[in-house]
């Protein structure tokens, strides 16, 4: 299979749509198709164990809800649509051209339409290809939040279902658009049930599944139960860890997805009848299956930090932790999702394997065991030297005087304007030595200031008030654009875009 046709799988929902997905859930009723009893969507009570996600006969249910009821779900979330003039306008009232498409052996044909309503594409849609218009749902939100965003951006729009936008490339032109995601990403998974040998993971035997699109987090061994659950990690091939599962809506650590725990986070949040069973909890410091811990033996050292070696492997596990010194020699005997698994006395923990080398310490000096020697008396401090500095700077006064030496009364070269950027190769106190073209000299340091780092947008992503998926959205960046970089938190960067400032996750800037 073509790597294009492998899907983005880590588009994150927002704290913000999660938020509001469950807040609705809670106060509003979710239509169900009228059927002689109460159908009830066969979800696990846990899915810790990976196997199994949803059940077949839910997955394939295509008549489970109609036009009317869709629609119906689409206003219950967004009440009120805030989309600016001139901007894509909310789910609830999108509508769009849907052509007539003929039968194939994955779905019936497509009749044609005029300004179908999204609530109309995704029924015809989900009929023809014999999908749940529920898992359509589920996927545009766990995608791009696009059932609940109350702003949606053109992008989200485009790449509505994450089909045919895999992690490591654009996504494809063919298959952008709301009309043609929704087609080509619903019978993408009609594919995957009638032609099962064509693809990775298959239902029925274990298969080797990533944590994350990074090898560095590792596989796991997951015996996938059923043809639906195989299909989920066909279209987003990451399993969920138990860090990002306990986490519930928020986020892990670097090793985490949760294209997959969102899906069954909102089909269990929006699509069970009311009073049914809650969901297994899962704590922060569950630990994981043996079998799912990849055994191994090793030796690595901590790195260049102190590190807490938890008794599980998750950070917000605070139980149990105990200090692992920089250069600590660790005996790794296991590994899960980005952690290493180590003896703790009698005990075993886990330490984050980013902190961690497999670089040993150097030696201390050996100290001397002779006698003491008199020092000789010190000699005089020496004059400044010349020490090596980072290379680029920028002219910040209106005009600043090149000179021969590094004294305001020695002979001006030339005069350089403001901004102009010049090449540092030395300091002087507070004089910095130059090059401007082919002309050297000396500048004082209080002209000068470093140049303005900029970023590029490598996808869609949220602008926060805050360093935090927890920050108010501020904007949505669009793929492409280029940020001022004006300081950093952790993994967060503060970044200008246009005229706004605020927060954005590091991982998506480049």
């Not at 809670?26 to 810790?48: H, R």
């Not at 949760?258 to 297994?280: E, T």
Request: aromatic share 8%; net charge positive.
């Amino acid at each position: 299979m073509h790597p294009r046709a492998i899907p983005r799988a880590l588009h994150r929902v927002t704290m913000a749509a999660a938020a509001i997905a469950i807040a609705l859930s809670a106060l509003v009723a979710v239509p169900q198709a009228s059927t002689a009893a109460t159908f009830l969507p066969d979800l696990p009570g846990s899915i810790a164990d990976g196997g199994y996600l949803i059940s077949d006969a839910e997955f394939y249910r295509s008549g489970s809800l109609t036009e009317k009821q869709v629609q119906s779900f689409l206003e219950a979330r967004v009440p009120t649509c805030k989309a600016k003039a001139g901007s894509p306008t909310c789910l609830r009232s999108f509508t769009a051209d849907l052509p007539a498409k003929a039968a194939d052996s994955y779905c019936a044909a497509v009749k044609g339409m005029k300004k179908a309503k999204a609530s109309t594409i995704i029924t015809t849609i989900a009929k023809a290809c014999g999908i749940n218009p529920k898992v359509i749902l589920v996927m545009l939100q766990k995608e791009q939040g696009l059932v609940t965003s109350t702003a949606p951006s053109e992008w989200s729009y485009r790449s509505a279902l994450g089909m045919s936008c895999p992690d490591t490339a654009p996504c494809s032109a063919a298959a952008a658009g709301f009309v043609n995601q929704v087609y080509k990403g619903t019978r993408q998974l009609q594919v995957y049930k009638k032609s099962p040998g064509s693809f990775r993971y298959k239902a029925g035997q274990t298969n080797t599944i990533q944590w994350h699109p990074s090898a560095a987090c590792g596989t796991s061994q997951v015996h996938i139960k059923n043809v639906a659950t195989a299909s989920l990690y066909n279209y987003t091939p990451y399993r969920p860890s138990v860090a990002a599962i306990s986490a519930g809506w928020g986020g892990a650590d670097s090793c985490s997805t949760y294209g997959n725990r969102n899906f069954v986070n909102y089909y269990r949040s929006w699509f069970l009848p009311k009073g049914s069973p809650a969901a297994a909890p899962l704590n922060h410091c569950a630990s994981p299956a043996a079998r799912d811990i990849t055994a191994g033996s090793s030796v690595r050292y901590v790195g260049a930090d102190d590190a807490i070696a938890r008794t599980a492997p998750n950070a917000k596990c605070t139980t149990g932790g105990a200090t692992k010194v920089k250069g600590e020699k660790l005996s790794v005997i296991g590994s899960y999702a980005g952690w290493l698994r180590v003896p703790a006395g009698n005990k075993v923990a886990w330490i984050p394997a980013s902190q961690t080398t497999t670089v040993a310490p150097k030696p201390a000096p050996a100290t001397s065991t002779s006698k003491p020697t008199v020092k000789p008396a010190p000699k005089p401090a020496p004059k400044p030297t010349e020490k090596a500095l980072k290379p680029f700077a920028q002219v910040t006064a209106k005009k600043v005087a090149l000179k021969q030496g590094a004294s305001g009364s020695s002979k001006t070269v030339l005069t350089l304007a403001a901004g102009k950027k010049v090449t540092v190769s030395a300091s002087n106190g507070t004089w910095r030595k130059v090059a401007y073209g082919s002309k050297t000299g000396w500048v004082s340091a209080s002209a000068l200031k470093a140049p303005l780092v900029t970023k590029k947008v490598t996808t869609a992503l949220n602008l926060r008030s805050t360093a935090s998926t927890k920050g108010k959205k501020l904007a949505t960046m669009r793929k492409g654009a280029t940020v001022t970089v004006l300081g950093k938190s952790g993994a967060w960067v503060k970044v200008k875009y246009g005229s706004k400032t605020g927060w954005a996750h590091g991982s998506y800037l480049r």
